[in-house]
């Protein structure tokens, strides 16, 4: 079994910036990549960044290039989302996951969940 524990969300007007954290514990030597999701109210849950854990190889959707950074720290089993020139639409709770399976931006691919971080962009 695997836990993870999301923290980082909160509160910033637009332009501004905050970086996700998320540890994981448990059976973690099946890990193929980690990655984050988010989901705002009303609306499916979308893919934001993955990093593969072996090969630190990264992905992430096409609004958020050049904003959201993804990395990881292997020795601290924790995986992180740099947030820069946050949007109100970056507004809503963000997951991270794990996948054991292929590699992929889809949720279904992913066996682990986190409880959620709310993240609010907002003057």
């Known amino acids: 079994q695997v836990q993870l524990v999301e923290s980082g969300g909160g509160l910033v007007q637009p332009g501004g910036s905050l970086r996700l954290s998320c540890a994981a514990s448990g059976s973690i030597a099946s890990i193929n990549a980690m990655g984050w999701f988010r989901q705002a109210p009303g609306k499916e849950r979308e893919f934001v960044a993955f990093v593969t854990w072996r090969g630190g190889l990264t992905n992430l959707r096409n609004s958020v290039k050049g904003r959201f950074t993804i990395g990881r720290d292997n020795a601290e089993n924790t995986v992180y989302l740099q947030m820069n020139s946050l949007q109100p639409e970056d507004t809503a709770v963000y997951y991270c996951?794990?996948?054991?399976?292929?590699?992929?931006?889809?949720?279904?691919?992913?066996?682990?969940w986190g409880q959620g971080t709310q993240v609010t962009v907002s003057s």
């Open positions: 996951a794990i996948t054991t399976q292929v590699v992929s931006d889809t949720p279904s691919r992913y066996d682990y």
